[in-house]
């Protein structure tokens, strides 16, 4: 790993790739100690940096939609993939192995990818999304309204740790951007040299707007003076700094979002059924020895406090000492490395200290962290530690295995002697990231995760039928919600589209049904309303929100239910059996089937021809409202509620309100149809 001249880290900000005025301060490569590069970031005008963001990018975002946004996402994910061994090389100097690596790197351009594909397929086309049912103000649809989230105005400021440089900046932005919220991103200024390549190769893509992204590479100075109530404020690190930085005045005073990502001390707990030779036990003590030395233990939610058993705890300090002892430490680029080493030598030093602390309440059973045995580079000169395992034998008496986070490779036994006694070890945590219970008894898991769930941000547990299947303990993912209470630092990041929203204002929004139809461009009851051409012949050049058609009436009788029945095979009682269905306190009388309503509805509002409608691909939230006798008859009312044009396609979704209504006007039936339309028809000729 000998390199050239340590490069100088610049800063991407206002536009342009800026060095800081001062000298630097070298960061050393963690195998070798080499400078690696050069960070400072002084004369920044950090003020600027803000209004930039709010100024140029924020409106640019804005005013794409979601699915634009979204496609934005994937295409800039698939081109940092096409990058990626690049960013494995520079990865190894932050002490990451190959297999380290892949968790920030692929880890963090698939939860990009993930953010893309999911902003595509759950959100809506538009610029705003809503969020619940119209409520209805008034009796005739004259006053209703909507809740609706719109993107804060705001920049999104991102303060990360210096474990995950890539997927600590992804996992943030990704979310943000979708909102239509422009970053400013800090990376802790010990691994910013990764951080930094990526952000050149995302800029050179040219596929974000101008303001969309900036980088801080060195201290952030007078930044958070000030942020503004549109801002928001996310940080990764030690509860300190994070607790310094909630508290900046700036921040209080303008009610700024902060969302704080702190020391965590995860639990893992070995259930009671989880005897020594079982496939759980087995898997407990791969997936703790695993979370102990992925990244050096440098995870946010790797394993800390190993719960288990008290009759167990030699078998399990046993097995996990065999298997942390078979740890091949050494350079991270070295293929025979198992586990390298911390990001730095401060930071070895900071994890001895915390041990020193620990041992207040502990005692180390298996691995030396004072003697290092490598078998690749320099023992003294690499931040170089060996996995410590501890055991606290009073862990109610304890108080800093509870309280202090050896930030490496340092795990505590901790036994107990009831189920009820293993929960409450768990809380003793005070809240974090995650938490994990192996077990294959239904009773343990459900004591265990109703009683911990409050204390988390995400429960893992574990059995020998998910064995091949299970993502792991330590593995946050786009799709699941990130953060945890307490001492965890009380923030929720990622959970799919849960986390778009934390970058976006929630507004109730009042007002007559067609002025709430503007604002979120999806029509509701009382909206306007067009008559016409039968929609099902517009295509999505023709076709307008409010398009409606009013069906011919059908009758419903005894031989189109007796023919349903016997057709289907759904021969129910209360549709076939008049005293049955008499007795039954919901009907009067025989009935028709709903499924049949839903049917002669169909076969109401389609236009048979070949047309602009593609297919019809489901429905969502039918209700069955007022029974059906033979002799009824009913209506439909079809109207446009929704378009949702699909980027790079020929096509789009249109959702229709369905309305069945009975000869009093009594609503039978009410559901979303959804469809595929074209963009234009006839297609164009190739
Ligand atoms: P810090 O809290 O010191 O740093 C975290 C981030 O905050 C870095 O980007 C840092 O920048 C920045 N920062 C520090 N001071 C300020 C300030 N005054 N204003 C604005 N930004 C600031 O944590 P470390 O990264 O040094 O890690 C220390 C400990 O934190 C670890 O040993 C571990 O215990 C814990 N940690 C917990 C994590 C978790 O997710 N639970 C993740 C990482 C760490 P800079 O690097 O330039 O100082």
Not at 151 to 174: C, D, T
Not at 580 to 592: G, I, L
């Amino acid at each position: 790993m000998a390199s050239a001249a340590p490069r100088r880290l610049e800063s991407y900000v206002y536009g342009a790739w800026t060095a800081g005025k001062g000298d630097g301060l070298p960061l050393l490569d963690a195998g070798t100690g080499e400078t690696v590069a050069l960070i400072d970031s002084k004369g920044l005008d950090f003020a600027e940096v803000l209004h930039y963001g709010r100024t140029v990018g924020g409106p640019k975002l804005r005013a794409m939609s979601f699915h634009e946004r979204a496609a934005m996402l994937k295409a800039l994910g698939l081109a940092l993939m096409e990058k990626k061994e690049e960013f494995y090389a520079e990865s190894f100097r932050t002490g990451a192995t190959r297999a380290d690596g892949w968790v920030d790197i692929e880890g963090g351009i698939g939860t990009m990818l993930t953010f893309a594909s999911k902003g595509r397929r759950e959100l809506p086309n538009t610029r705003v999304l809503t969020d619940g049912d119209v409520e209805l103000l008034s009796k005739d649809n004259s006053f209703s309204a909507q809740h609706i989230y719109a993107p804060l105005q705001g920049v999104a400021v991102h303060i990360n740790a210096f474990n995950f440089p890539i997927w600590g900046m992804l996992e943030k932005i990704s979310p943000a951007l979708l909102a239509g919220v422009p970053a400013v991103v800090k990376p802790a200024s010990q691994t910013a040299y990764l951080t930094e390549l990526m952000v050149r190769r995302i800029v050179e893509t040219g596929l974000l707007p101008e303001g969309a992204l900036q980088l801080i590479c060195g201290s952030v100075g007078d930044l958070l003076d000030h942020v503004t109530g549109q801002d928001v404020v996310t940080f990764t690190g030690s509860a300190w700094t994070g607790r310094k930085l909630k508290a900046h005045p700036a921040v209080i005073a303008n009610s700024v979002r902060f969302t704080m990502e702190a020391d965590s001390l995860n639990a893992s707990i070995l259930g009671p059924d989880a005897t020594p030779g079982t496939p759980e036990f087995d898997l407990f003590v791969k997936e703790v020895a695993h979370e102990m030395t992925v990244k050096a233990g440098q995870k946010c939610t790797a394993i800390r406090r190993v719960i288990a058993p008290r009759d167990h705890v030699d078998a399990l300090v046993k097995a996990l000492g065999d298997r942390l002892g078979k740890t091949a430490l050494g350079l991270s680029d070295d293929e025979a490395t198992r586990m390298g080493p911390l990001a730095s030598l401060d930071q070895r030093t900071e994890v001895r200290a915390r041990i020193q602390d620990l041992l207040s309440d502990a005692e180390i059973v298996a691995g030396n962290p004072d003697e290092v045995r490598v078998t690749s580079g320099n023992a003294e000169k690499g931040a170089f530690l060996n996995p410590a395992l501890l055991y606290a034998d009073d862990p109610f008496g304890a108080v800093k295995v509870h309280d202090v986070e050896a930030f490496g490779p340092v795990s505590t036994v901790l036994p107990y002697d009831s189920i009820e006694e293993a929960i409450g070890l768990a809380k003793l945590g005070k809240g974090s990231l995650v938490s994990s219970v192996f077990t294959d008894d239904p009773k343990v898991v459900e004591e265990v995760v109703i009683n911990i769930a409050p204390f988390h941000g995400r429960v893992l547990v574990g059995n020998r039928r998910s064995a091949k299947t299970s993502t792991g303990h330590g593995s946050p993912l786009a799709g699941l919600v990130h953060g945890g209470p307490g001492r965890a630092g009380g923030g929720e990041e990622m959970g799919g589209m849960r986390g778009v929203k934390h970058y976006m204002q929630r507004t109730a929004v009042q007002g007559t049904p067609r002025l709430l139809s503007a604002v979120t461009g999806r029509w509701i009851e009382g909206a306007d309303v067009q008559h016409g051409e039968h929609p099902f012949r517009k295509s999505l050049a023709e076709l307008k929100i409010g398009d409606q058609l009013m069906t011919a009436k059908r009758q419903i009788t005894l031989e189109d239910v007796e023919h349903f029945a016997h057709f289907t095979g759904d021969t129910f009682y209360a549709h076939m059996d008049e005293a049955a269905a008499k007795a039954n306190p919901f009907f009067d009388d025989r009935v028709a089937h709903g499924y049949l309503i839903a049917s002669f509805a169909a076969g109401l509002f389609v236009e048979p021809n070949p047309g602009p409608v593609l297919a019809n691909y489901g429905v969502d939230n039918m209700r069955f409202l007022t029974p059906v006798y033979f002799g009824d008859t009913v209506q439909v009312r079809l109207t446009c509620k929704e378009i949702n044009p699909r980027e790079n396609a020929d096509h789009g979704e249109v959702r229709w309100d369905c309305q069945v209504t009975n000869q009093k006007g009594e609503i039978v039936a009410q559901y979303d149809v959804l469809t595929m339309v074209a963009k234009i028809w006839p297609p164009a000729q190739a």
